[in-house]
């Protein structure tokens, strides 16, 4: 056995060894940031730290006490006392606030046995270039609080009003149909946060002049992967929410007096139809043409009949049989994904997300399979060539920072830190959020391999690298974007 097998054999053998080990770690691990006390790694150096203590140190202190010395040996056993007190408090207690001994409460005392709480400090950024792209971050949100209305006011404030009044500028107007396209294909914290979502479509209902549109939430979890192996769902018997039951469907359900229903497009991912124009109604995908002579993808898209009987194409908007014309202008999309790691790609956000809309099985038999496009900058061909998001809104409530361990994510792998995001350039947004929330959490929890989130690594196939392929494409299609921090303006409420 050479040397270094044989020291850790002894420490595994030993518990004096092994439990001194502990306590250094957890005093070295947690240094100046208390809020990493409550990482599991730390909760089990603990428990065996503070055995330590009982063994080896009380018993010391009580023997080093003699006559001549008494008062300072009372001091001694004081102090060990505390100290075996403090960690004893901490394993049967649970976690504590940062700011003290005081327990915190709610959800966060529930935080510690679902996943870590991460604090992250975002900075406010302003551009000193022409026509910057706005992001707008709401921090220390559950989802299921007050979020989205902070977010709404924040926008207002800096001149990207949520609502449109009186053919004034806005994002969505009283008789708009709304899609919320979220991420159906995993369950547990793979999923988007229903909380937020059930905000979002409240807001929507809120619109001050009232709203007489309609809501859909729907994805397209390609019918095959996923948690089940069958694709997406939107009927999940655990969910990213306070309610773990809270499906999206039970959101849609929530609202039954409004026109708020939910279409999982997987169930229609393989059925080839045309346009209504063309007087095909059915519901289905639509091949635009041959694969992307840049990116390789073929584009395909939704369209179907939502359940109060109005007809969508994704690409040209609402369709008026009675006068045989799409309104583009009334369909709204908020694209809402969950900020997390991929195996395959890095990061996955609001770029990535948009694999949601397209159809994986036709464009594959198409001979441009949109997953293997993503590589190449293929969901900015389908954010360009579909329908350009109205308004990314980012799930970063609960992520997963553990790089190519998404996008599947479990309660137990996920990181709490409460921040919601939005802007109109899903580029700008995904970086800004990668640089800023994801590798933070990643450096926070000691990971390693942190170039795979990093969107300054421009390495061939990386994270960085096809999200400029991606941002050229929307760039060619008119929209503004960009991935230069220089180049934004970063709000936070």
């Known amino acids: 056995m050479d040397p270094i097998k044989k020291l850790m054999h002894k420490a595994r053998q030993s518990f004096f060894i092994f439990g001194l080990a502990s306590l250094l770690w957890f005093i070295f691990r947690t240094g100046s940031k208390p809020t990493r006390m409550i990482y599991p790694c730390q909760q089990a150096s603990v428990a065996s730290g503070g055995l330590w203590l009982a063994t080896y140190v009380l018993p010391f202190l009580v023997v080093v006490r003699s006559p001549g010395t008494a008062?300072?040996?009372?001091?001694?056993?004081?102090?060990?006392?505390?100290?075996?007190?403090?960690?004893?408090l901490f394993v049967m207690g649970g976690p504590f606030n940062i700011t003290g001994l005081a327990k915190v409460s709610g959800d966060e005392a529930t935080l510690a046995g679902k996943g870590d709480s991460i604090m992250i400090n975002l900075s406010p950024m302003r551009s000193q270039f022409p026509e910057p792209s706005d992001i707008f971050a709401v921090t220390g949100t559950t989802g299921n609080d007050d979020a989205v209305t902070r977010l709404i006011a924040l926008m207002q404030s800096h001149g990207l009003p949520f609502y449109a009044q009186n053919d004034s500028l806005g994002i969505i107007g009283k008789n708009d149909v709304v899609i919320i396209k979220v991420n159906s294909q995993w369950d547990e914290r793979g999923g988007t946060n229903s909380d937020l979502v059930k905000a979002l479509v409240q807001a929507i209902l809120?619109?001050?002049?009232?709203?007489?549109?309609?809501?859909?939430?729907?994805?397209?979890?390609?019918?095959?992967?996923?948690?089940?192996?069958?694709?997406?769902?939107?009927?999940?018997?655990?969910?990213?929410?306070?309610?773990?039951?809270?499906?999206?469907?039970?959101?849609?359900?929530?609202?039954?007096?409004?026109?708020?229903?939910?279409y999982l497009w997987d169930t229609i991912t393989n059925k080839k139809v045309g346009e209504y124009a063309k007087g095909d109604m059915a519901d289905g995908y639509i091949l635009s043409g041959p694969p992307d002579e840049q990116t390789k993808i073929a584009v395909t898209y939704p369209k179907f009949q939502t359940k109060y009987g109005t007809y969508i194409s994704f690409k040209l908007?609402?369709?008026?049989?009675?006068?045989?014309?799409?309104?583009?202008?009334?369909?709204?999309?908020?694209?809402?994904?969950?900020?997390?790691?991929?195996?395959?790609?890095?990061?996955?956000?609001?770029?990535?997300?948009?694999?949601?809309?397209?159809?994986?099985?036709?464009s594959r038999e198409a001979g441009g399979r949109a997953h293997n496009s993503v590589g190449t900058g293929g969901m900015g061909t389908e954010m360009a060539q579909t329908r350009f998001p109205d308004l990314n809104i980012l799930d970063a409530i609960w992520i997963n920072a553990h790089p190519g361990d998404g996008p599947s994510t479990s309660y137990e792998q996920a990181s709490h830190t409460g921040i919601?995001?939005?802007?109109?350039?899903?580029?700008?947004?995904?970086?800004?959020?990668a640089k800023n929330i994801l590798m933070p959490t990643a450096r926070e929890k000691g990971y390693d391999d942190l170039e795979s989130l990093d969107p300054d690594n421009i390495s061939p196939g990386s994270f960085g690298d096809w999200l400029?392929?991606?941002?050229?494409?929307?760039?060619?299609?008119?929209?503004?974007?960009?991935?230069?921090?220089?180049?934004?303006?970063?709000?936070?409420?």
Request: glycine share 10%; hydrophobic share 40%; proline share 2%.
């Open 420 to 433: 919601i995001a939005a802007s109109i350039d899903p580029a700008a947004l995904d970086y800004w959020a």
């Open 206 to 262: 809120d619109h001050p002049q009232g709203f007489a549109g309609e809501v859909v939430i729907a994805d397209n979890g390609q019918g095959q992967y996923g948690s089940t192996g069958q694709g997406g769902s939107l009927s999940y018997a655990r969910n990213n929410a306070k309610d773990k039951a809270q499906s999206m469907q039970v959101v849609a359900d929530s609202f039954p007096d409004q026109k708020v229903s939910t």
């Open 468 to 493: 400029r392929l991606s941002l050229a494409e929307i760039q060619k299609a008119g929209h503004r974007a960009t991935m230069s921090d220089k180049s934004m303006n970063v709000y936070l409420a």
């Open 71 to 88: 008062a300072r040996g009372k001091g001694l056993i004081l102090v060990g006392f505390l100290l075996l007190l403090l960690f004893t």
């Open 317 to 362: 908007g609402v369709w008026d049989a009675a006068n045989g014309s799409y309104n583009s202008q009334r369909l709204k999309v908020l694209n809402v994904p969950v900020l997390k790691t991929h195996a395959i790609y890095g990061v996955t956000a609001c770029v990535k997300h948009y694999m949601g809309v397209g159809s994986d099985m036709q």
